[in-house]
């Protein structure tokens, strides 16, 4: 049975309500009998139901155990990193790594006074210098060479610190990088010529020597070590903004080389001659000797390779599935690329002999494959947003993440990977803290003849563990005044209507603004709306996508019974693209909205919440922006919003899993706790919002949001594709959405809102805090809370009124208030500032 066919049986029998098991039974503390391999089961078991404080009691009693060694690989790898990982900075850009691994780089400072920073790794880290300047090269010894800011080539040697200016006449120049035997080449070109640039080498005698001869614009430049060869990618546009050379490493794009050109040039520099190949993605083996290209004719991709200097060619692979991003091994024998044999690219490699071998075989995007050795393979998983480096051997066939924040629930997406000559290091870009938002990102030395200690991996589980349990303890108090209630509430969710909202709007095909199933969507979820007992809004207007008509947000109100003018949106966007019924994208979140509708219908919250069905998101967010617009001129007060968006598709395996897309960490904890104390959902989280529906109520609100969605973790190969379709969704993870949100939103509609007006003044010996009393008519006292920042809620108090008066306290001590109302339920997030 195929997958299809597999997912969809499993789809249909979960709309019926015998498939409405409990969650998986908690797993017991080790006892004295339990022998290492039982407690590793133990501790697999419960991580992957989520058990999380089970997992890891038996996971730290297991490596203070005399089978620490023996289980050290596989507990790093369930929990975090195995390799020994250093931080070089928290926000670095255009990174670089030297051919021998010892030094790396990385731009810093405004774009307009950029400044490259050369670290030295061994015997740790330390700085080199500081430069003036961007597009650094490295060379396989100590040197180095960048473009200064007056545009100028310099060289640099790293043994003695100095610089030396390097003569390239009056030519323009960008892409330093380096070629056999040290020599120092870039990219020039003649101001006064605009059809063309070149590649020159630089020389002791002052005038730099050309080594190009065709026309057009050079790029991707690719040197042979041991200066026989040159080869490079005729380019559509100029490359003279920098960059280029092998150092630029694989970003987030797809494929290598080349971009939109159709042709190559290999340049023979002793014999002074050229020829021209027509395709794409051409890369060369580090010891120079193959290259390898795709070509395309029609709807037939094929991938050759032939010796440098010219032979015969032979083709690896052809045929009519796409393949992508060629890469060689070291001495040129195998080749690597990405092929698309169903939804998802996976990597493959072939031998000289044309014998093929798939080396991925997960659900996932599996794409730019690189060789660091003869034997090992370097590979990203997923998508763009959110790409994980893996270590394949191909001796023995297994494969090893290579990189993690050592935290349970947060994420760490990567973007860039560069790998050491000798493959023994790999520099990294990532955002390790999670924040999507922030432009800051990490870099990263991952040292692969390094693992992590056993003692090390202990601090990290005990860290975790202290993590986790201070999470579940706080979330497990907070809930308890109304967790009874929404026991009650949950358990009347319902997978067979579920899969009915899901199946019906799927049925309309296309939701897009311009196709007929947009306006059938409307009438459907106005229909529903009313079914649930409310008097649902159409919202329409007339945006230019919609080719002359017209569309429409469906909101659907339900009143608060305490503090009706305080508002809080529970939101999903309808539409799909163009080409299918987005059965994930975001039918999923479209009926996990009305199921957690229907849930809270005869339970009215103290505070309003708004119940939005967006139409437009696929077409720019129109939907979103118009309801913010419309609340706006109501004068709507909006104090928390959650927005899901695809949050159906399952990877195969045991666990429902899912991310929070955040830009309030308050809301970010109660779905974790609702999501824990509820369901069955395991979520991570991301600070996330940019691109999405959530982003207009930032824009609109402020720093209130939250909700589910598979990006940045976007794992679904069918993303924005025609096999966007009900059979690759989980109806019941649907289902455990709708519950994680009718928890969610109970909560926030039924606790203060965050505390604003916080100020903070010195007098003398004191610290006055005022802020402005609580909007919620049910709020009895406030807690202020303050400490430093390693501990800022470390000492608290209560107060009765909107002021508090503290005793002197060191500059830089964070101070925290929050509101708690008559049924002591505290507010969902901390008005916070520090002390002057």
Known sequence: MSRRSLALVIVLLSATPLLLADTPPRQTAPTVAAGPDELYRRATEAWDAGHYPDALVNLLSLMKGPAAAEYRDRVALLTGELFATTEITTDGRNPKISPSGHYVAYEMGPTTDIVTRIVALDPSPRIVLDLRGTSLAFDAGSRAAYINATGALVSVDLTTETEQPVSTGPLQIAGPLFGAHGALLFLGADSADTTRNDIYQANDTGTPTRLTDEPGFKTNPLVDPSGAALVYTVA??????????????????????????????????????SRVIAGTGVTMSANGQTIAWLTRAGDIYTLNTSPTLGGAVTVARTGRERINAPALSPDGTLVAYESMTHTDWEIYITDQSGAQRRVTRDIQHDILPRFLTNTTLLGMMGEPRHRRSQLYDLTTGTRTRLFANNTIRTI?????????????????????????????????????????????????????????????????????????????????????????????????????????????????????????????????????????????????????????????????????????????????????????????????????????????????????????????????????????????????????????????????????????????????????????????????????????????????????????????????????????????????????????????????????????????????????????????????????????????????????????????????????????
Request: charge should be neutral.
């Open 236 to 273: 559509a546009t100029s490359p003279m903004r920098g960059g280029g050379g092998r150092g630029a490493g694989r970003s987030g794009g797809r494929g290598v080389g080349g971009g939109p050109a159709a042709t190559f040039v290999v340049v023979n520099l002793a014999a002074g001659t």
């Open 412 to 836: 760490s997406p990567e973007y860039l990977w560069l790998p050491s000559a000798d493959g023994q290091r790999l520099m990294i870009q990532a955002e390790r803290d999670g924040d999507t938002v922030s432009p800051d990102r990490g870099v990263y030395v991952v040292d692969l003849t390094k693992k992590v200690t056993p003692a090390n991996l202990v601090s990290r589980l005990e860290q975790q563990q202290r993590t986790e349990n201070d999470l579940r303890s706080r979330m497990t108090k907070v809930f308890a005044p109304i967790a009874d209630q929404i026991r009650k509430m949950v358990a009347k969710a319902s997978l067979s209507r579920v899969y009915e909202y899901e199946k019906t709007l799927c049925d309309f095909d296309s939701k897009y603004v311009s196709q007929p199933g947009n306006g059938k969507a409307i009438d459907y979820l106005t229909r529903t709306y009313a079914s649930f007992g409310y008097t649902p809004e159409q919202q329409w207007f007339a945006p230019a996508q919609a080719q002359g008509g017209k569309t429409a947000n469906v909101i659907a109100m339900l009143k608060g019974t305490e503090n009706p003018d305080l508002i809080y949106v529970v939101s999903s966007h309808y539409d799909s693209v163009a080409i299918g019924p987005g059965a994930d994208d975001d039918t999923s979140g479209t009926a996990a909205l009305l199921e957690t509708a229907r849930l809270l219908a005869d339970a009215p919250l103290p505070a309003t919440v708004v119940f939005a069905s967006f139409t437009g998101e696929e077409a720019g967010l129109l939907g979103s922006r118009e309801f913010v617009r419309v609340a706006a001129e109501r004068k709507w007060h909006v104090v928390g919003a959650l927005n899901n968006d695809m949050i159906g598709w399952a990877a195969e395996g045991p666990r429902m899993d899912n991310t929070i897309r955040y830009s309030n960490a308050g809301i970010r904890d109660i779905q974790h706790g609702a999501a824990f104390l509820f369901t069955s959902l395991i979520l991570y989280d991301a600070k996330y919002y940019k691109g999405t529906d959530a982003n207009a109520f930032y824009n609109g609100w402020g720093d209130i949001v939250g909700g589910l969605g598979s990006y940045p973790v976007l794992a679904n190969p069918n993303y924005h594709q025609a096999t966007d379709l009900i059979e690759t969704v989980s109806v019941r993870q649907i289902m455990e959405t709708a519950k994680v949100t009718a928890a969610s939103i109970t909560y926030l509609a039924s606790s203060p809102s965050r505390v604003k007006g916080l100020t903070i003044t010195a007098r003398g010996g004191t610290i006055d805090l005022t802020w402005t009393p609580s909007p919620e008519k049910s709020v009895r006292t406030y807690i202020v809370a303050y400490g430093p920042a390693t501990d800022p809620l470390r000492t608290r108090l209560t107060v009765a009124t909107a002021h508090a008066t503290l005793p002197a306290l060191p500059a830089g001590t964070e101070i925290a208030v929050k509101a708690v109302n008559a049924r002591g339920l505290e507010g969902w997030d901390w008005a916070r500032g520090v002390a002057k």
